[in-house]
């Protein structure tokens, strides 16, 4: 198993650019989402789904979209980009009912 | 407000010392709780994890972790740190019983001193 892979690892936008960070797992696992990593703020949750076709907005939602047509994809989407969406972005995954959460290597965007 | 606090932002320690890193919660009820581990530059690694039971937890790598309802703790600990422990942890948990939902707390960067 690959676990969670997340794509690209590194990523430099110019602000108004949209762009698409991809996750995916192999774990057959119903529950995603997605966090961002900023300095002294811990990890923040942005969007979450627990199932195909099913997402919610987490603590941070606003700027990204995300969509939930496969269980194994779970891609989140900057629209227009801007400098406060520099960040680490990190998605997990878990198994229903199952509270440990797994989480991917992670992209690192810049937004200039 | 329901939230997790990891007072240090920064602990330095000696080879071979103890370690101990602070993590409190603020939940009515008993949350679940987690501590993860991140090396610089690469993801979270699960250390431990408490549901219920037993209050001391035992992790990977030699931690574990003991869980004080009366003081809204759940401090992580190691008897003698490594250099390779230098990294940066954090306390979760989740709050809301039935969501799957983490809370992070700020984080501990833990420096080694040879």
């Known amino acids: 198993n690959a676990g969670v892979t997340q794509t690209p690892k590194f990523q430099v936008l110019k602000t108004g650019q949209s762009m698409t960070l991809q996750c995916a797992q192999d774990m057959n696992h119903e529950y995603m989402s997605w966090y961002r990593q900023d300095p002294g703020m811990g990890l923040r949750l942005i969007h979450y789904s627990v199932g195909a076709g099913i997402t919610d907005q987490g603590e941070v939602p606003n700027g990204y979209n995300v969509s939930r047509s496969t269980t194994e994809d779970f891609p989140l989407r900057l629209l227009s980009a801007a400098p406060s969406q520099t960040s680490v972005y990190f998605c997990a995954s878990s198994a229903r009912d199952q509270e440990t959460q797994y989480f991917g290597p992670g992209t690192r965007l810049l937004v200039l | 407000a329901q939230s997790v606090t990891q007072p240090d932002i920064h602990i330095t320690v000696s080879e071979g010392a103890s370690l101990e890193l602070r993590c409190n919660y603020s939940y009515g009820a008993t949350p679940y709780l987690f501590w993860y581990v991140q090396s610089p530059g690469q993801g979270l690694q699960l250390l431990l994890k408490y549901f219920s039971g037993d209050t001391l937890v035992q992790g990977i790598k030699g931690f574990e972790a003991e869980f004080k309802r009366s003081q809204s703790s759940f401090n992580l600990r190691k008897p003698s740190v490594h250099w390779s422990d230098a990294a940066e942890y954090f306390c979760?948990?989740?709050?809301?019983?039935?969501?799957?939902?983490?809370?992070f707390g700020q984080g501990t960067r833990l420096t080694i001193n040879p």
């Open positions: 979760a948990g989740i709050l809301i019983q039935g969501a799957q939902k983490l809370v």
